[in-house]
């Protein structure tokens, strides 16, 4: 079993930071692409950043300039930083990743998501 377990959202003030973090358990051989989305109420979940395994990232343009994604493949972890929050960035952030469990076997998987919350 793989599991993807997201931390550090939480509550804050408009132009604040936060950072995501979300670790890969279980069952890992391997992670290629690694990226974070986000769904606000009422709306399609969106992609925010992904990284590949490589190290090359990709960015929507409502939040370039402004979130940093990056990962530790020692420790199977993707992070994103979020600085100049905005109200509009309010959302449940799922991590999502693609997992080898075998040298032949990959699927996507999905964390359970972590509520951010910006204040204006």
């Known amino acids: 079993q793989v599991q993807l377990v997201e931390s550090g959202g939480g509550l804050v003030q408009a132009g604040g930071s936060l950072r995501l973090s979300c670790v890969a358990s279980?069952?890992?051989?391997?992670?290629?692409?690694m990226g974070w989305y986000r769904q606000a109420p009422g709306k399609q979940r969106e992609l925010v950043a992904a990284?590949?395994?490589?190290?090359?990232?990709n960015y929507a343009d409502s939040v370039k300039g402004r979130f940093t994604i990056s990962r530790d493949n020692a420790k199977n972890t993707v992070y994103l930083q979020m600085n100049s929050l905005k109200p509009e960035d309010t959302a449940v952030y799922y991590c999502?990743?693609?997992?080898?469990?075998?040298?032949?076997?990959?699927?996507?998987?999905w964390g359970q998501g972590t509520q951010v919350t910006v204040s204006s």
């Open positions: 999502n990743a693609v997992i080898f469990t075998t040298l032949f076997t990959s699927r996507n998987y």
């Open positions: 279980g069952r890992v051989l391997s992670i290629n692409d």
């Open positions: 990284i590949t395994g490589g190290g090359s990232t």
